[in-house]
C-alpha cells in the first residue's frame, strides 16, 4: 500500500520549480499519460471527465445562442488550404501531412485540419444561396493537429481536443455582433465556471488569427505571472468570402458577398484551472466543473452500519451533485492525499462516533477547512459550502491577477518589473508593429490584448514617445 | 419558392435504383454534403444530430455499465501499429500514411488511427499493475480512418465516426462476459432505439476482426434484402496482451497475462436507419432517435390567434418531446414534403377552424394516418401515437426480414434463392473456411454470423457434405 508521505512527496512544489509542479499535477492527479506518438497526450477518464464537462456545459450555451452542430472532414487537400493565402501562410509550417493511403501515394497532398475555416468554407459556397439562408451557425467538437516542436500537456500539444464555431451573415455588423456574443460567452464560462476571472480586448494585428480582420481574446493569469490566451473570436469581414466565393443573392436580388466569424476554446483551459487554482497538495478544482464534486469517505469502515450510513448520504446527495464513495480497503491517509490530489472539492467523512451524533465531518480543498455539520443540515451546508469554495476561488484568482498587474510609463520600467516578477504589464503603445516587436525582442514580453476597458496611463507610447493609441495588456505567456 | 412536387420528383424510387433512392435521401433530407477529400463526408447538422442522439444513448448505457470515456491520440507510429501480427496485416492495406510534419520528413510514418487497439494495449500496459486495477473499463467517441477504394455516405467512408470500447479483465471469463454484455446492449439499443431488429451470433474465423480469439456481430438486414453488420464485439483472449506485455499481480502475487475485449459501434447504423425504415417520400425515422420528433405547422398563419396558438403547443409538447415549428412563409404543401423527407415521425397541423373546434390535425410520416385530435386529448393521444409508430416500424422491419430469410439445403437452392431475391440465407456448414470461400465465390453471399439461436436444418454441410457443425447466417452484405 503506498503511504500517504509518498504520494504527497512525489509532487514538486511550485516554489521550487513551476514546470516540474505543473506536469507532476497532470500525471499524479491522472489526468494524463504519455503516449508514444511525440508530442501527443492520452486523456485519462478523469482528465477527460473535466472536458466532458466543459462540453457540456459549453455546448449548451451554444445551442440556446442558435448554433448547430455538425462534423468536417479531418483531412484538407493542400489544394484547398492555400485558397486563402494569409492563412496558407500562418499554418503551413505547422500542419502535419498525409502523403500515403496503403500502398498508395496520392495525387495530392492532404494536410490534417489544424483548423477547419477552408472546410467549412467550401462547404458554405456549396450551400448558402439567399438572405433567407443566414445566418448560418455552425460549431464542431473535433481535434486538431499542429506540429509544435516543443509541447507541454493541455498548453500545447501536437493534437488536442478544441470546439470550432464557423458562422456566416448576410453584414459585416451581424458578424461583429456573432464574434463579440461568443467572446461573452467565453469570458462568462470563464469566470462562472472555471472561476478564472479574464480580460477581453482585442489581439493586435501582429497577433491576430491567419486571415482574419479582427481577433479578439480572453486573457487570464497564471500562479507564475505567465498569461494564457484562454479563447479566442475572430471577425474575418468578407476574406474568406472572396477567396472562397461565398455570395447570397439579398432581398433585391443582388449577389453579395457574406461576412463570417469563427470561435474556438480548446482542452487548454484545463491547464489553466491548474495554473490558476491548484497548490502543492495537487489539483484544486471549482465545484461547477469538477467530476467528483463531493468525496464521501467512512472511517472505520467495519463498524456496524457505517457503510450503511454512507451509502445512505451517497444517495441523497447524488440526486443534486456529482458523489463519489470510496469502499476500498486503503488507508484513510491515503484516501485524504489521493481526493486532495484530485482537486476534490468537498471532503465527507463519517465514522461511528458521527452517526451516534447525527453529524459528519466536512473538508473544503481548497483551504481545508474542517466543519462538523449536523445531518438535518446537511444539504444546506453542502449547497452553501460549495457555492462559498466557487466565489472563493474566484475572488483569489482576481486578487492574484490584481496584485500582479503593473502599469509601466516607460521602457526601462517595463524590463525591471517583468525581470523583477512577472505579471500584466498595462502600457500605452503607438499602435506600430515595430514597437510591439521591439518591446518583445527586449522583455520577453508579447501584446496580450488591447483590452475593452481602457485606461489612460499617459499620452505617449511607451516604446517611440509618438501618441498612443491604446493601451495594452503585455506579458510573457504560455 | 419551390414546389411540393418538384422536391418529391427530386427522389429517385427504391423500386427504380436502389443505390440512387439511398443517395437522394442522404442528400434531399441534409443528413450530409460531399466534401473535396475523397470518401469523406460532411454531417451537416440534421445527420449530425441523429449521431448525437445514438451518443447520448449510448453513452449512458456504457456509464451505466461502468465504464469511462478517454480520448487517444490519433496517430499510431508503425511500429506501434506492427506489434501484433495479425492486426498489422490486416490494418496495413487501408491506413492512411502521416510522413511530414511541417516541412520536415518524420523519422517514423504515423498512420491515423483505423482503429485504437494498439494505442490502448500501450497505455494499459504502463498503468495495468495489480488485480485490484481490473477490470479497466474504457470507451472513446473519435473518427477513424480507413483508405477505402469505393465508398458510401454512412455505409463506407474513408474516414466515420465511431466508439471503440476498450476493456482489461483479469480472466477470460471476465473478458469473455463483457464481449458478450456489450453485444447485448448493442442489439437492444438497434431494437428499443433505431426499431431495428438484429441477428445476433458469432463471426467464423475468416469474417473475426484482425487479431480477436472471437467476434460477435449483429447483422440487419435492408430493404433490398442485403445485410448490414451494424456493431461488433471482440474477445481478444491473452493476445494482444502477450503481444505489449500487459501483465498483472494476481492475489497470489503472481504475474498474469491480462484479457481483453473491443467493441464498436458506428455512423453507418445511420445508412442502417435508412435503408430499413425509409421510403420513396424520404427519410422515415423511429421516435427515439428522431431529432425533430414532431413538427408543428399552422395553417393560414395571418389569421389572428394562429400562430399564438401554435407557439402555445409547441412551448407545450417542448416540456416532453423534441418539437419545432415552422413559421416561415412556405407553402403548406413545401413544408409537407420538406419534413416527409427529413423523416419526422408527426407533423400537427393547426389552423383557424381547428383552433374554434379545440382540436388540430396530427399525421404519421409512415403510413400518413391523419387524426382529430381534441387537444384536451393531444399530450395522452401523441404519446401513444410515437409509441405505436416506434413499434409499428420495428414490426415492419422484422417482417421484412421474416419473409426475406430463406433457408437453403442445396448449393442450387441457395443459388437459386439469392439470384431470385437477395435476403438471408440460413444453411448448414461444417466449420471449414475453404467450404465458406467456395459459397462465396459462387452466390457472392458471405457469411454473416453463426447465430446464437441455433436450428437444425440438416445433418450435413451445404458444401462439401460432411458432418455440419453449425447453421450460418449467409447473404450479399454492405
Given at each position: 500500500?503506498?503511504?500517504?508521505?509518498?504520494l504527497?512527496k512525489?509532487?514538486?512544489?511550485?516554489?521550487e520549480?513551476?514546470?516540474?509542479?505543473?506536469?507532476?499535477?497532470?500525471?499524479?492527479?491522472?489526468?494524463?499519460?504519455?503516449?508514444?506518438?511525440?508530442?501527443?497526450?492520452?486523456?485519462?477518464?478523469?482528465?477527460?471527465?473535466?472536458?466532458?464537462?466543459?462540453?457540456?456545459?459549453?455546448?449548451k450555451?451554444?445551442?440556446?445562442?442558435?448554433?448547430?452542430?455538425?462534423?468536417?472532414?479531418?483531412f484538407?487537400?493542400?489544394?484547398?488550404?492555400?485558397?486563402?493565402?494569409?492563412?496558407?501562410?500562418?499554418?503551413?509550417?505547422?500542419?502535419?501531412?498525409?502523403t500515403?493511403?496503403?500502398?498508395e501515394k496520392?495525387?495530392?497532398?492532404?494536410?490534417?485540419?489544424?483548423?477547419?475555416?477552408?472546410?467549412?468554407?467550401?462547404h458554405?459556397?456549396?450551400?448558402?444561396?439567399?438572405?433567407?439562408?443566414?445566418?448560418?451557425l455552425?460549431n464542431?467538437?473535433c481535434?486538431?493537429?499542429?506540429?509544435?516542436k516543443?509541447t507541454?500537456?493541455?498548453?500545447?500539444?501536437?493534437?488536442?481536443?478544441?470546439?470550432?464555431?464557423?458562422?456566416?451573415?448576410?453584414?459585416?455588423?451581424?458578424a461583429?455582433?456573432?464574434?463579440l456574443?461568443?467572446?461573452?460567452?467565453?469570458?462568462d464560462?470563464?469566470?462562472d465556471?472555471?472561476a478564472?476571472?479574464?480580460?477581453?480586448?482585442?489581439?493586435?494585428?501582429k497577433?491576430?488569427?491567419a486571415?482574419?480582420?479582427?481577433?479578439?481574446?480572453?486573457?487570464?493569469?497564471?500562479?507564475?505571472?505567465?498569461?494564457?490566451?484562454?479563447g479566442?473570436?475572430?471577425n474575418?469581414g468578407?476574406?474568406?468570402?472572396?477567396?472562397?466565393?461565398?455570395?447570397?443573392?439579398?432581398?433585391?436580388?443582388?449577389?453579395?458577398y457574406?461576412?463570417?466569424?469563427s470561435?474556438?476554446m480548446?482542452?487548454?483551459?484545463?491547464?489553466?484551472?491548474?495554473?490558476?487554482?491548484s497548490?502543492n497538495?495537487?489539483?484544486?478544482?471549482?465545484?461547477?466543473?469538477?467530476?467528483?464534486q463531493?468525496?464521501?469517505?467512512p472511517?472505520?469502515m467495519?463498524?456496524?452500519?457505517v457503510?450503511?450510513?454512507?451509502?445512505?448520504?451517497?444517495d441523497?446527495?447524488?440526486k443534486?451533485y456529482?458523489?463519489?464513495?470510496?469502499?476500498?480497503d486503503?488507508?484513510?491517509?491515503?484516501?485524504?492525499?489521493?481526493?486532495?490530489?484530485?482537486?476534490?472539492?468537498?471532503?465527507?467523512?463519517?465514522?461511528?462516533?458521527d452517526?451516534?451524533?447525527?453529524?459528519?465531518?466536512?473538508?473544503?480543498?481548497?483551504?481545508?477547512?474542517?466543519?462538523?455539520?449536523?445531518?438535518?443540515?446537511?444539504?444546506?451546508?453542502i449547497?452553501?459550502?460549495?457555492?462559498?469554495?466557487q466565489?472563493?476561488?474566484?475572488?483569489k484568482?482576481?486578487?492574484?491577477?490584481?496584485?500582479?498587474?503593473?502599469?509601466?510609463?516607460?521602457?526601462?520600467?517595463f524590463?525591471n518589473?517583468?525581470?523583477?516578477?512577472q505579471g500584466?504589464?498595462?502600457s500605452?503603445?503607438?499602435?506600430d508593429?515595430?514597437?510591439?516587436e521591439?518591446?518583445?525582442d527586449l522583455?520577453?514580453?508579447?501584446?496580450?490584448?488591447?483590452?475593452?476597458?481602457?485606461?489612460?496611463?499617459?499620452?505617449t507610447c511607451i516604446c517611440?514617445?509618438n501618441?498612443?493609441?491604446?493601451?495594452?495588456?503585455?506579458?510573457?505567456?504560455?
Amino acid at each position: 500500500m503506498m503511504s500517504n508521505e509518498k504520494l504527497v512527496k512525489e509532487i514538486t512544489s511550485m516554489e521550487e520549480d513551476f514546470a516540474q509542479w505543473y506536469t507532476d499535477i497532470v500525471k499524479k492527479a491522472d489526468l494524463i499519460d504519455y503516449s508514444s506518438v511525440r508530442g501527443c497526450m492520452i486523456l485519462r477518464p478523469y482528465g477527460f471527465a473535466i472536458w466532458e464537462l466543459i462540453q457540456k456545459e459549453l455546448d449548451k450555451k451554444f445551442k440556446e445562442t442558435g448554433h448547430e452542430n455538425v462534423c468536417m472532414p479531418m483531412f484538407i487537400p493542400e489544394s484547398l488550404l492555400q485558397k486563402e493565402k494569409d492563412h496558407i501562410e500562418g499554418f503551413a509550417p505547422e500542419v502535419a501531412w498525409v502523403t500515403h493511403g496503403g500502398s498508395e501515394k496520392l495525387t495530392e497532398r492532404l494536410c490534417v485540419r489544424p483548423t477547419s475555416e477552408t472546410l467549412f468554407c467550401e462547404h458554405y459556397a456549396n450551400i448558402v444561396e439567399s438572405y433567407r439562408d443566414l445566418p448560418m451557425l455552425y460549431n464542431q467538437w473535433c481535434s486538431v493537429v499542429r506540429w509544435e516542436k516543443t509541447t507541454r500537456p493541455f498548453l500545447r500539444s501536437v493534437e488536442f481536443l478544441w470546439q470550432e464555431g464557423h458562422t456566416v451573415h448576410a453584414t459585416e455588423e451581424d458578424a461583429q455582433e456573432e464574434t463579440l456574443k461568443m467572446l461573452n460567452i467565453y469570458a462568462d464560462f470563464c469566470k462562472d465556471f472555471l472561476a478564472i476571472p479574464v480580460i477581453e480586448g482585442q489581439k493586435t494585428d501582429k497577433e491576430k488569427f491567419a486571415g482574419a480582420k479582427a481577433t479578439y481574446t480572453i486573457e487570464s493569469l497564471m500562479h507564475d505571472g505567465k498569461a494564457l490566451q484562454s479563447g479566442t473570436s475572430h471577425n474575418f469581414g468578407d476574406g474568406f468570402a472572396k477567396a472562397f466565393g461565398i455570395q447570397y443573392t439579398d432581398k433585391e436580388n443582388k449577389l453579395q458577398y457574406a461576412h463570417q466569424t469563427s470561435w474556438g476554446m480548446s482542452t487548454r483551459l484545463i491547464g489553466g484551472l491548474i495554473m490558476v487554482h491548484s497548490d502543492n497538495n495537487g489539483l484544486v478544482l471549482p465545484p461547477n466543473i469538477a467530476p467528483i464534486q463531493i468525496v464521501i469517505l467512512p472511517i472505520n469502515m467495519k463498524k456496524e452500519g457505517v457503510i450503511e450510513k454512507a451509502n445512505e448520504l451517497k444517495d441523497l446527495l447524488s440526486k443534486k451533485y456529482r458523489v463519489k464513495i470510496d469502499l476500498t480497503d486503503k488507508s484513510a491517509g491515503w484516501k485524504y492525499s489521493e481526493y486532495e490530489m484530485k482537486g476534490v472539492p468537498l471532503r465527507l467523512e463519517i465514522g461511528p462516533r458521527d452517526i451516534q451524533n447525527n453529524q459528519c465531518v466536512l473538508v473544503r480543498r481548497d483551504n481545508r477547512e474542517k466543519v462538523f455539520v449536523n445531518l438535518d443540515d446537511l444539504e444546506t451546508t453542502i449547497n452553501e459550502m460549495l457555492k462559498t469554495l466557487q466565489q472563493d476561488l474566484f475572488d483569489k484568482a482576481l486578487k492574484h491577477r490584481n496584485e500582479n498587474t503593473f502599469v509601466a510609463k516607460t521602457l526601462e520600467q517595463f524590463e525591471n518589473q517583468i525581470n523583477k516578477k512577472q505579471g500584466f504589464i498595462k502600457s500605452m503603445w503607438c499602435g506600430d508593429t515595430a514597437c510591439e516587436e521591439k518591446i518583445k525582442d527586449l522583455t520577453g514580453a508579447t501584446s496580450r490584448c488591447i483590452p475593452f476597458e481602457q485606461e489612460n496611463i499617459s499620452d505617449t507610447c511607451i516604446c517611440c514617445g509618438n501618441p498612443a493609441k491604446k493601451m495594452v495588456y503585455w506579458a510573457k505567456a504560455y
